[in-house]
């Protein structure tokens, strides 16, 4: 939120000069519904009405619809009940959008993302799962902005050019191993593992850069990528884990937030607290050798 709120200031600031607009309407897709999703409309807001008070006399104050997206699973209902707080007399519409399910074939034997030992025509398939849903959500994007809208995205990614050697891979590499030993233990079946894949892909800059050329539906205003510590409430700059069974259970939560869902829905409801124990001794040993960082790409883009 901190690198991208700059990125965001100047997109609503060169939307407000270029089109003047009566109504202004954002959506914040994937907005959850903790103290992040407020605090992202009321920095959009604050800085919607810095603009207005710029140009007083110029034009009249800008009527704002803002979009809060995210899975179904999402809690709107406490999202909605926290929106009070903002005392803005803000109206909401809630659209949230189905995440489509496809079918588990037998794509990553006992892996679960990208590993040293993924063939290549598994990486392709990843790859090209990711090429479909980015076009997809790119068009999709494209028919819903008006000319000179603007859209900023926030996605995990990767730094090196080489698919096998990113951060993710070593993220979810681990998480496999902690299915692995459930196998082992005879409390997941090996049949599920190997019917399992994770539904992300972490792309490099050029890829998606490439993507953006491709669809002539958008210019690329700006892009960059940042690295930010597996562990998120370690905000140090350095390379040192200072206690890695701290950090270790905060990874642990980390990736048990983002998908705990899945791991429940497609293995049991009972599997996710062994697996997140487990992942956290495994993640702890892993943190006492090396600090390891996520790749996030930050980009601006204007419709065409
Ligand atoms: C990393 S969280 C970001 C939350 C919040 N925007 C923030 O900055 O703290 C990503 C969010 O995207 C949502 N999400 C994932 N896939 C989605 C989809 N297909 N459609 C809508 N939301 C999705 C998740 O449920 C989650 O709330």
Known sequence: MVQTMPIVENAIKEVCIALVPETM???DLGCSSGPNT???IS???NIIAGQCSK???ECDPVELQIFLNDLPGNDFNQLFSSLEKLNQGTIVEQVPEELHARNGTLLNK?????TKTTPSFVVKCFQEQFHKDFSLFLKLRHEELVYGGKM??????RKDEDVYNGDMNQLYGLLARSLQSLVAKGLVDKERLEAFYLPLYGPSI?????????????KLDYIKLVELSWDPYDDTEGDDVHDSVRSG????????ALLEPLIASHFGETIPDLLFADYACLMSKHLEQEMSKSAFIIMSLKKL
Do not use: C, P, Q
């Not at 890829?207 to 491709?214: A, I, P, S, T």
């Open 249 to 256: 259970i905060n990874v642990s939560k980390f990736v048990r």
């Open 43 to 45: 920095n959009v807001i």
């Open 55 to 57: 140009s007083i006399g």
């Open 38 to 40: 407020l605090l992202f």
């Open 25 to 27: 309407v954002i959506a």
């Open 152 to 157: 900023v995205l926030t996605f995990v990614g």
């Open 206 to 218: 050029s890829e998606v850069k490439e993507m953006v050329l491709e669809s002539h539906m958008f």
């Open 110 to 114: 006992d892996n679960i993302y990208i």
